[in-house]
């Protein structure tokens, strides 16, 4: 049973895309079908995890406003970051779903129990993981991920019972 999901921001919760304005300050769009889906799966009793090699401010924002505790921010070594988590929390490696779309995140999505890419994900990485889901980056593409992982667990019906 998979107990944890680690997310990748930029490409997975976002299109990748990161805008400046003439200030300087930056901008990013979430998916509000992301954020439903995670709360939906915190409460089925899951930890969710952010890791990240950028810093963003905006990010702190929406891991708060989602509830999400364990947020990794600037991290050049994401397996290492994980890893470090687990102890923490005492999750197996195998109890764990990741999702990433670039290099950085392919050495940690080799070793989870349960990876996932989004369509648009790099070549490396669409080839690396157990499943290429069929959304793109900032798309709803952790929803997606998390209804098929509410479904491997057996949870459908109670995940789906909290709202119909």
């Not at 921001?9 to 079908?33: A, H, M, P, R, W």
């Not at 963003?56 to 509830?67: P, T």
């Not at 890893?83 to 995140?105: K, Q, R, T, W, Y």
Request: hydrophobic share 40%; charged share 30%.
């Amino acid at each position: 049973m998979i107990k944890l999901i680690v997310l990748d921001v930029d490409g997975c919760l976002t299109e990748g895309k990161i805008i400046y304005d003439n200030n300087g300050l930056e901008s990013k769009q979430f998916n509000v079908k992301d954020g439903f889906g995670i709360k939906s799966w915190m409460r089925l009793g899951h930890e969710v995890a952010i890791i990240t090699g950028r810093e963003s401010q905006i990010v702190s924002n929406r891991a708060k406003e989602l509830g999400i505790k364990h947020l990794y921010q600037g991290v050049k070594d994401k397996l290492a970051a994980l890893e470090e988590l687990l102890e923490e929390l005492d999750i197996p490696l195998e109890s764990v779903a990741a999702i990433g779309d670039d290099l950085n995140d392919y050495k940690m999505l080799q070793k989870v129990g349960r990876s996932f890419a989004p369509a648009d994900a790099v070549v490396e990485v669409r080839q690396g993981v157990q499943s290429v889901l069929s959304k793109r980056g900032g798309d709803a593409v952790v929803r997606e991920m998390i209804d098929l992982l509410a479904e491997e667990n057996n949870q459908k019906e109670t995940y789906l019972g909290f709202w119909i």
